[in-house]
């Protein structure tokens, strides 16, 4: 553990924490004051994030700028934050996705205050539950990031907003229901009065049974909010209910944490449950990317339609996490960034198009490419790179995390490469209908999409860009955590290696 | 005996006789007559209830007997006095415009009051089981007069009969399970019983007896099956008494239940699988009986009884930590309900009963009693970081600690149903527009103040629960450390 020179993780909360306080002290109709401020404080944990990944010492690897307090010393709480491997591509992930999220609603005008306010208490939980070393700031921080959405979609969302949003946080909160027994029966089993993961995260501290009883609580509770067949169906009404800012949180960063929960607490700490539970970890995604390819085919609006395409590639991380390999790992972090970024940037387009015509639905629209050709790039960009094109990031995701499953389970493996091929059939059918084709008169006069706007998606699609060319820039972070820990792994249970596992 | 020691019951004993003496002077002429009758006892009230509060903080580190040992004073007992001191002091604040109790009355509305808040103290010192006995029927009879008092005839005294025929009988069966105890045990004081109930605790008489002694305080606590007074008596009552009730009245229930289960309880498998019974039932039934309701007092009082529930959980693992978080969920309960119950007076300003749908709008119509809502609503579901969540996760730990993993799991599931009511009123808050236009709200500067300090306090013990965490396991310590 490498303590930090500064704090800077906590710096980027604390950004956070100020920003929202500052919103709050502004009045109500200093608008365009408000949205100044969130962009700043927003642009600062951005450049935090990235300078955090740039500095990373990747020869060193393990976990970076650590900081620690001591916070509840009886229970073994402490406030302590750190960054490895896996973390900091999430970390870096929700900078991006907040900042452009950001710049994203820099249009809305209905309660600009409050919408910003509630925004980075939201992104505050986020970050927070990836730096986090203790795992009681973890579900904190789960909680804190939870309920925020409540209100951010039951105010300012649009196709069944109540529905949605309670829907969304009674299912998230169930999950949160599993998680923090889980949570205290790790602490009350390693017999070390201590919350923090180092501690836990000793090999041998729990017996098998523990492990396979709290795997499978950890598993389905950060499942839930992974997105996780059959535990699901709050992804794609929440996504569609949201307004579009938040909708990128929600799908790029949101359901990151639930796949970062398992692979932090559940794999981390329980590796023989993982073991034992891989299989049908494999068995749900698997089903989870065919069955999101299929009903997305099916959609009418175009946010149902990201929706569910969201469910199918959250698939992909599940299946890169069930494989056992280092490779998978590989993938499964991967994936969960490209995932993040593309799903913010598609999010983000359909954003602009709602925002002229107030209509998602396929049918309505068409044409579009010839009517405001630049914002259809964006939403095309993202689309392609949904479909696994190379070039793109996402191609090295699932590249990796399909090549890893094709070793362990070669039938999953055969499923879910033919699952790609239905992904792409739903996209290019979302761009052929409502990019091409005859156009819908009563859109053909609208306005292309200004410079300004275009930035947040201009972003996002750069870093698609490069990380499709250059995707050794995260793999080579990601590699300094999960070599390690599967070497590790692999010392203490041999069988691990193999196929056929148990 | 040490006067000083007795020095808050003292002290509220005087200020109930100041607020009698004052009924036979209402005629008088007054040294006050700027001020309106209702005003200046309100300003007296407050100043005495803020007073009893300095007392009860000076008084922590007191320790000693009363009456031939029949109360004992340790920091136990003087925390939770300090509490429920509080707990009167926050309840005076917002009686400054009780519009639905006649201004004739109101000097007997402050005049029950203190005695309630003196009965309460003499609970949670209570060592003796006739000392328990005759301060649980103070604090008792005074609050079904209290609740009794509302100016609508029909509402006030249907209540306070229900309020007052239950509780007759939970007393009446409380007595019969002390004479059991006392029959099996020889023992009257607790500290006797204490050493005595280990031997015998598995004999069904002394099981029967504890339990039904217990009764009378799970009537207090509304516990289930003893909470069907709670919903009708919080509708009927004045919302100021109703406050009173959700706060100050559990947490002396709690600290009494305390130190029962604590002298007693110990080793007996039948207590715990009672008490197992009825917290699971009481968490489900409350929260699942509160989504329906539509006044917003029912479905606090239904909340109420799912709380208590929880805090059972605490206290059925029989170990210091379960102890403390007792202890710690009793003081979250204070803040986080009397939160919830300021915002339910602020908007009801002419004391009549809230429904959820008059919630609506509230968000362009106070902006502050919204936030103070939304804050006490999500601490009373549970989430983090508020006080509410810290209380629970206390109770949590002990109880996983002991091994009772699927309650914890049963108790998360409840929370999960909790929060479904706990949004439909933040959502009326915040999202809903009210049926006609109504006015905003005019908030005078203390009220401001303390709905600003109440949200800020839940938040901050939230996130930094250090010093309340502490305070809690030493005075669970003194329980345990006295036996």
């Known amino acids: 553990m490498t303590p930090a020179p500064f704090p800077f993780l906590s710096a980027i909360l604390l950004s956070c924490v100020?920003?929202?306080?500052?919103?709050?002290?502004?009045?109500?109709?200093?608008?365009?004051?408000?949205?100044?401020?969130?962009?700043?404080?927003?642009?600062?944990?951005?450049?935090?994030?990235?300078?955090?990944?740039?500095?990373?010492?990747?020869?060193?690897?393990?976990?970076?700028?650590?900081e620690s307090v001591q916070w509840v010393p009886s229970l073994g709480v402490n406030y302590s934050n750190a960054v490895d491997g896996f973390s900091l591509p999430n970390l870096l992930l929700t900078g991006i996705v907040f900042f452009t999220g950001v710049l994203t609603m820099w249009e809305l005008n209905n309660r600009v205050k409050e919408y910003f306010a509630l925004y980075f208490l939201l992104v505050t939980g986020v970050f927070g539950l990836f730096m986090s070393l203790d795992l009681f700031f973890i579900f904190v921080w789960y909680d804190v990031s939870l309920f925020p959405m409540y209100l951010l979609i039951a105010v300012?969302?649009?196709?069944?907003?109540?529905?949605?949003?309670?829907?969304?946080?009674?299912?998230?909160?169930?999950?949160?229901?599993?998680?923090?027994?889980?949570?205290?029966?790790?602490?009350?089993?390693?017999?070390?009065?201590?919350?923090?993961?180092?501690?836990?995260?000793?090999?041998?501290?729990?017996?098998?049974?523990?492990?396979?009883?709290?795997?499978?609580?950890?598993?389905?509770?950060f499942g839930i909010l992974a997105g996780v067949w059959p535990f699901h169906t709050w992804s794609p009404v929440g996504h569609v209910a949201a307004p579009h800012g938040v909708s990128m949180v929600h799908a790029g960063v949101l359901m990151k944490i639930g796949a970062f929960g398992v692979l932090r607490v559940a794999i981390m700490l329980c590796p023989l449950g993982w073991i034992y539970w891989a299989k049908l970890m494999a068995v749900l995604a698997a089903v989870g990317i065919i069955y999101g390819?299929?009903?997305?085919?099916?959609?009418?609006?175009?946010?149902?339609?990201?929706?569910?395409?969201?469910?199918?590639?959250?698939?992909?991380?599940?299946?890169?996490?069930?494989?056992?390999?280092?490779?998978?790992?590989?993938?499964?972090?991967?994936?969960?960034?490209?995932?993040?970024?593309?799903?913010?940037?598609?999010?983000?387009?359909?954003?602009?198009?709602?925002?002229?015509?107030?209509?998602?639905?396929?049918?309505?629209?068409?044409?579009?490419?010839?009517?405001?050709?630049?914002?259809?790039?964006?939403?095309?960009?993202?689309?392609i790179a949904g479909m696994g094109v190379p070039g793109l990031a996402n191609f090295w995701g699932e590249l990796v995390v399909f090549v890893a499953a094709f070793k362990t389970y070669p039938v999953l493996g055969i499923v879910a490469v033919?699952?790609?091929?239905v992904t792409a059939l739903f996209m290019l059918r979302v761009i052929q209908k409502t990019f091409y084709g005859p156009q819908n008169q009563r859109y053909a006069r609208l306005q292309d999409i200004s410079l300004w706007l275009g930035t947040p998606r201009i972003i996002l699609a750069s870093v698609l860009l490069f990380l499709g060319f250059y995707p050794s820039f995260l793999f080579d972070v990601i590699r300094t955590a999960s070599v390690p820990f599967m070497s590790g792994l692999s010392a203490s249970i041999p069988q691990l290696m193999m196929s056929g596992l148990h | 005996m040490n006067w000083i020691t007795a020095g808050p019951e003292i002290f509220y004993f005087a200020a109930s006789l100041w607020f009698l003496l004052a009924t036979f002077f209402r005629e008088a002429p007054t040294l006050t007559p700027a001020l309106s009758g209702g005003r200046r006892e309100h300003l007296t009230g407050l100043f005495l209830a803020s007073l009893g509060v300095l007392v009860c903080l000076v008084s922590v580190g007191q320790e000693g007997f009363l009456f031939i040992r029949a109360f004992r004073v340790d920091l136990f007992s003087q925390v939770f006095k300090t509490l429920i001191a509080l707990g009167l002091f926050l309840i005076v604040c917002i009686c400054g415009d009780i519009t639905d109790i006649g201004e004739r009355r109101h000097h007997e509305f402050y005049f029950l009051l203190f005695t309630c808040t003196l009965a309460m103290m003499l609970l949670v010192s209570a060592d003796?089981?006739?000392?328990?006995?005759?301060?649980?029927?103070?604090?008792?009879?005074?609050?079904?007069?209290?609740?009794?008092?509302?100016?609508?005839?029909?509402?006030?005294?249907?209540?306070?009969i229900k309020y007052f025929l239950v509780g007759s009988f939970a007393s009446a069966v409380m007595l019969f399970g002390m004479a059991l105890l006392y029959s099996t045990s020889g023992a009257t004081?607790?500290?006797?019983?204490?050493?005595?109930?280990?031997?015998?605790?598995?004999?069904?008489?002394?099981?029967?007896?504890?339990?039904?002694?217990?009764?009378?305080?799970?009537?207090?606590?509304?516990?289930?099956?003893?909470?069907?007074?709670?919903?009708?008596?919080?509708?009927g009552a004045g919302n100021q008494v109703a406050a009173y009730i959700a706060t100050a009245s559990k947490v002396a229930a709690i600290a009494v239940i305390l130190r029962v289960v604590a002298s007693a309880g110990n080793g007996s498998v039948y207590l715990v699988h009672a008490l197992v019974i009825l917290s699971v039932v009481s968490m489900t039934l409350g929260?699942?009986?509160?989504?329906?309701?539509?006044?917003?007092?029912?479905?606090?009082?239904?909340?109420?009884?799912?709380?208590?529930?929880?805090?059972?959980?605490?206290?059925?693992?029989?170990?210091?930590?379960?102890?403390?978080?007792?202890?710690?969920?009793?003081?979250?309960?204070?803040?986080?309900?009397?939160?919830?119950?300021?915002?339910?007076?602020?908007?009801?300003?002419?004391?009549?009963?809230?429904?959820?749908?008059?919630?609506?709008?509230?968000h362009r119509r106070s902006p502050i009693m919204a936030l103070a809502l939304l804050v006490s609503l999500f601490s009373l579901a549970g989430i983090p970081p508020t006080i509410g969540f810290t209380g629970k996760f206390l109770v949590f730990v002990a109880a996983i600690e002991k091994g009772y993993v699927a309650l914890v799991i049963i108790a998360m599931v409840n929370v999960v149903i909790s929060l479904y009511y706990y949004l439909l009123a933040i959502k009326a808050a915040y999202l809903l527009?009210?049926?006609?236009?109504?006015?905003?709200?005019?908030?005078?500067?203390?009220?401001?103040?303390?709905?600003?300090?109440?949200?800020?306090?839940?938040?901050?013990?939230?996130?930094?629960?250090?010093?309340?965490?502490?305070?809690?396991?030493?005075?669970?310590?003194?329980?345990?450390?006295?036996?």
């Open chain 1, 18 to 66: 100020a920003g929202m306080l500052a919103i709050i002290l502004i009045p109500q109709d200093r608008q365009v004051l408000i949205k100044q401020v969130a962009i700043f404080f927003s642009g600062i944990t951005l450049l935090l994030s990235l300078y955090l990944f740039i500095a990373y010492d990747r020869g060193l690897g393990g976990f970076q700028f650590a």
């Open chain 1, 156 to 221: 300012w969302g649009t196709t069944r907003k109540e529905y949605g949003a309670m829907k969304l946080t009674l299912y998230l909160l169930a999950g949160s229901a599993l998680i923090l027994p889980a949570i205290i029966f790790l602490w009350a089993k390693s017999g070390l009065n201590t919350f923090s993961f180092i501690s836990l995260a000793q090999p041998g501290l729990f017996s098998r049974g523990s492990q396979i009883f709290a795997f499978l609580l950890l598993f389905l509770g």
């Open chain 1, 293 to 383: 390819a299929l009903v997305g085919l099916r959609q009418t609006d175009l946010k149902y339609v990201i929706g569910y395409s969201s469910v199918s590639h959250m698939g992909v991380v599940g299946l890169g996490l069930s494989t056992l390999t280092v490779e998978g790992l590989n993938g499964a972090v991967f994936q969960m960034f490209a995932h993040g970024i593309m799903t913010a940037l598609l999010f983000s387009s359909v954003g602009y198009i709602y925002d002229r015509t107030h209509t998602k639905l396929i049918p309505e629209l068409g044409g579009l490419s010839r009517t405001i050709p630049v914002a259809s790039t964006f939403f095309i960009v993202a689309a």
């Open chain 1, 418 to 421: 033919l699952a790609l091929v």
């Open chain 2, 128 to 160: 003796h089981l006739l000392s328990i006995y005759i301060s649980l029927e103070l604090s008792s009879y005074s609050l079904y007069i209290l609740v009794a008092l509302r100016q609508n005839q029909s509402f006030g005294l249907e209540a306070g």
């Open chain 2, 189 to 235: 004081y607790l500290a006797d019983m204490a050493r005595v109930l280990p031997a015998i605790i598995n004999q069904p008489a002394v099981v029967i007896g504890l339990l039904l002694t217990l009764t009378g305080f799970f009537f207090k606590l509304a516990i289930f099956p003893f909470h069907f007074w709670a919903p009708d008596t919080y509708q």
């Open chain 2, 287 to 362: 929260n699942l009986a509160a989504i329906v309701q539509k006044d917003i007092k029912r479905l606090l009082a239904f909340s109420t009884v799912a709380h208590s529930g929880y805090i059972l959980l605490g206290i059925l693992v029989l170990s210091p930590a379960g102890y403390s978080g007792a202890i710690f969920y009793a003081l979250a309960l204070l803040v986080m309900k009397f939160t919830a119950f300021m915002v339910v007076v602020e908007l009801a300003s002419d004391g009549r009963n809230l429904q959820i749908e008059e919630l609506a709008g509230l």
């Open chain 2, 433 to 483: 527009e009210p049926a006609r236009e109504l006015p905003p709200l005019v908030v005078s500067f203390p009220k401001k103040l303390l709905a600003g300090v109440s949200t800020a306090v839940i938040v901050f013990a939230g996130f930094f629960p250090y010093w309340l965490v502490q305070l809690a396991q030493t005075t669970a310590q003194t329980l345990i450390g006295s036996r």
